[in-house]
T-cell receptor, first 110, second 115 residues
Framework: GDSVTQMEGPVTLSEEAFLTINCTYT??????LFWYVQYPGEGLQLLLK?????DKGSNKGFEATYRKETTSFHLEKGSVQVSDSAVYFC?????????FGKGTRLHILP | DAGVIQSPRHEVTEMGQEVTLRCKPI?????LFWYRQTMMRGLELLIY????????DSGMPEDRFSAKMPNASFSTLKIQPSEPRDSAVYFC?????????????FGQGTRLTVV
């Protein structure tokens, strides 16, 4: 079945460091891809999305590019802030339902 | 826009009791999802509805769990009888439909503790 695999955390970085969280997917057809973020005590929020190959989603300084050839959708940010500390979920929509990865916890140290 | 509203925010109950979780989706959204989140298993899809009709309940763990959506503005998830292993955070999410597929708006969750 369709699935999403993302790097295990926690990921700990210093403020202003470069961030990459890896995500790969398995799906039949051409899914839409998403990154969601969950802050402590809250539900998930949509961070960015890409609906077709080579699309780049971006929001709040975060970016991810839909790479069909490598079935990947890695999340990047050039300079992280303490306020970016959260759990990040990669997800896909396969035409039937949303499938989430297990999440990656990110800690940013001041 | 008030967002997805879940109640209660916290529920503590004794094993064997019935528990009902409630959700009000965003007005105009036509898909509704119930998820369960635990440290061990991550985020699990329990059931989802399109236009108030249950589409896929294959994630419902067992017959003790049931979900209803009597109208477009309300859904319930019921556990009867509850067991300690049901302790988790339960999220409801709604989605606006074909033009924005895959975009889910989550409530703040209900933290359920069964003792």
């Amino acid at each position: 079945g369709d699935s999403v695999t993302q790097m295990e955390g926690p990921v700990t970085l210093s403020e202003e460091a470069f961030l990459t969280i890896n995500c790969t997917y398995t799906a039949t057809g051409y899914p839409s891809l998403f990154w969601y973020v969950q802050y402590p005590g809250e539900g998930l929020q949509l961070l960015l999305k890409a609906t077709k190959a080579d699309d780049k989603g971006s929001n709040k300084g975060f970016e991810a590019t839909y790479r069909k050839e490598t079935t990947s959708f890695h999340l990047e940010k050039g300079s992280v802030q303490v306020s970016d500390s959260a759990v990040y979920f990669c997800a896909l929509w396969n035409g039937d339902k949303i499938i989430f990865g297990k999440g990656t916890r990110l800690h940013i140290l001041p | 826009d008030a967002g997805v509203i879940q109640s209660p925010r916290h529920e503590v109950t004794e094993m064997g009791q019935e528990v009902t979780l409630r959700c009000k989706p965003i007005s105009g959204h036509n898909s509704l999802f119930w998820y369960r989140q635990t440290m061990m298993r991550g985020l699990e899809l329990l059931i989802y509805f399109n236009n108030n009709v249950p589409i896929d309940d294959s994630g419902m763990p067992e017959d003790r769990f049931s979900a209803k959506m009597p109208n477009a503005s309300f859904s319930t998830l019921k556990i009867q009888p509850s067991e300690p292993r049901d302790s988790a955070v339960y999220f409801c999410a709604s989605s606006p439909g074909p033009s924005r597929v895959g975009e889910a708006f989550f409530g703040q969750g209900t933290r359920l503790t069964v003792v």
